[in-house]
């Protein structure tokens, strides 16, 4: 654990609020599928959120962000309105991207939050892309790129890691180490489960960090991005982290046991965190309940903003689609 000396009060709150309104925020959007106010796919975040929380602190609102379908964490602490999320997620044309993405496509160019990708490791040559332009340009910013442990299994996830080594490229890639794709265990379809390792073998600074651990993942991050954004080429940083709910509100989980889930709620990195910082003396009851309410207040905002949104008019259809013009066809007569 890293320690918390040094730390302040108001920034502890503030980690510790974060991580509140991510968990806050997707525990109602799991009521409201079960309502059906949310359909589609959705896929929680839950268990995960030191990882969204510190690594997004340590990025300014420069840097670019890239993510997964499992990002609302991300979208939300980038700096995405609870309320534009919520909108989108039930497919209302206030949300942020005009309710045409849901779930998975949670997009907002002013924060430079660049989704949000059905693909797994969809993201990666994205980031790549976007890294490239702006060394082309000589702008100095970084291209953060948040992928899961089966995103690593993917060919562009290679071709990615090949092409910002080779260029040296300002991107800094955020893996998360769940230990799963989808049902699949990781030792069962990787041959090396250390992806920090293979990161390592295309000739980039590769670690692996305690995802459970906001500050460990904050101070990860600050030093690899300020690499990075300095001209030290692309970096590669894993994050040891654990969902603890399905992969998606369509997932028995009969491919983990209760047991193994338990031992890694007892590392649930609120608590931890929440712990740590009465450990300290840096929150107090009153605070405690403060920072709670402040979460729960801002999802039920974001709830009724989403309820108020309005559906697309059905003469948008085709807005935003791209076609050619239908071709003129002589018709015999
Ligand atoms: C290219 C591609 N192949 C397969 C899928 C189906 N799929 C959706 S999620 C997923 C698992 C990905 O696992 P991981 O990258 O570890 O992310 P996690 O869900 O654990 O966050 C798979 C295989 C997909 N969406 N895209
Ligand atoms: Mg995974």
Redesign the pocket.
Known sequence: MTPTDGLTREHGHELLLDMLRIRRMEERCAELYQKTKIRGFL?LYIGEEAVAVGAMRALTPDDAVVA???EHGHALIRGVSAEKIMAEMYGKQEGCSRGRGGSMHLYDAPTRFYGGN?????GIPLAVGMALADKMQGRERVSACF?????AA?GEFHESMNLAALWHLPVLFCC?N?L???GTGIERAQSETRLALRAASYRMSAWDVDGMDVLAVEEATRRAAEAVRSGGGPHFLEFRTY?FRA?SMFDPELYRSKEEVAAWKERDPIELFRQRLRDAELLTDDEDAGLEALASDEVERAVAFAEAGTWEPVEDLERFVLSEPAPQREVAS
Do not use: S
Not at 147 to 151: K, T
């Open positions: 896929h997964t379908y499992r059905a693909i797994v490791g969809g992928f899961g442990d089966g995103a993917e998360e769940n799963y794709g989808m969902r992969h």
